[in-house]
């Protein structure tokens, strides 16, 4: 399953889930469906930081998206939200990608604080990963779409992007974390389960990733996602 297939299944998954808030105005069936798109996108900017050919211009492309999406993101939310002041899902890749990078620099750093290389290989991993905690823990405060768990995984998928167990380990448990407490408070409440479940079977279709780009398509996501948000306002927002 080529990076297209993959880009074209998470877009597919997406509208179905914001038709499915902005109609219904409740969580239904196609949230479930829904729940499939992030992690791909995700999984995508861990693929994306390793092919790119240039850094700079990948980083600009995310946060300008991030800004021309903010207000068509605001107006989808207020066709059923009544809490329009959160942060697009572009603002969350970007900053996953921030994460990533920094991960990165930090890891190439040579430490000698300590007389043990192997005191010495978890003093670099433990700081390597702070930085990732830290924007995690920011996302979840400044109303990121998807949060914490949106930079937690973008990461994971990255730092385990060379042993797909772990990577399927660690996402699953990121997945079960997520909606937990949801389960709990509301007595192993089915619906919340089945998110649950939904959003561990993207990981999935990330295993069939065959590494291969396929049609090449750079803007399909850039653009389709702030024009999409539009027409459902316009649609469900408007015209209702």
């Known amino acids: 399953m080529s990076s297209f297939v993959l880009k074209l ?25 829904g729940r499939i798109a992030f992690p791909i996108f995700a999984f995508q900017i861990s693929e994306g930081y390793i092919h790119t050919k240039n850094l700079k211009k990948y980083f600009f492309r995310l946060f300008l998206f991030a800004i021309i999406s903010q207000i068509p993101f605001m107006l989808f939310l207020s066709t059923y939200n ?5 942060l697009n899902i572009f603002f969350t890749l970007f900053f996953g990608l921030l994460a990533i990078f920094l991960y990165d620099k930090i890891k190439k750093v040579s430490f000698t604080f300590f007389k043990s290389n192997i005191i010495n290989n978890i003093f670099k991993y433990t700081l390597c990963t702070m930085p990732a905690i830290f924007i995690a823990i920011l996302a979840e405060l400044f109303k990121f779409d998807y949060g914490f768990f949106g930079i937690a995984i973008i990461f994971l998928f990255y730092v385990f992007k060379n042993n797909k167990t772990l990577m399927c380990i660690f ?46 398509v750079k803007y399909l996501l850039y653009a389709f996602y702030p024009v999409h948000l539009l027409i459902i306002y316009f649609i469900f927002g408007i015209l209702a």
Not at 181 to 193: A, N, P, V
Request: hydrophobic share 50%.
């Open 9 to 33: 299944i998470a877009i597919f998954a997406m509208v179905v889930d914001h038709v499915g808030d902005a109609y219904f105005k409740k969580a239904t069936v196609m949230n479930l469906i």
């Open 171 to 216: 996402y699953i448990l990121s997945s079960i974390i997520k909606y937990i407490f949801s389960i709990l408070e509301f007595g192993y409440h089915y619906f919340y389960i089945l998110l649950c479940l939904f959003t561990i079977l993207s990981i999935v279709f990330i295993c069939l990733y065959n590494k291969k780009q396929g049609k090449k």
């Open 82 to 86: 009544g809490d329009i002041y959160s």
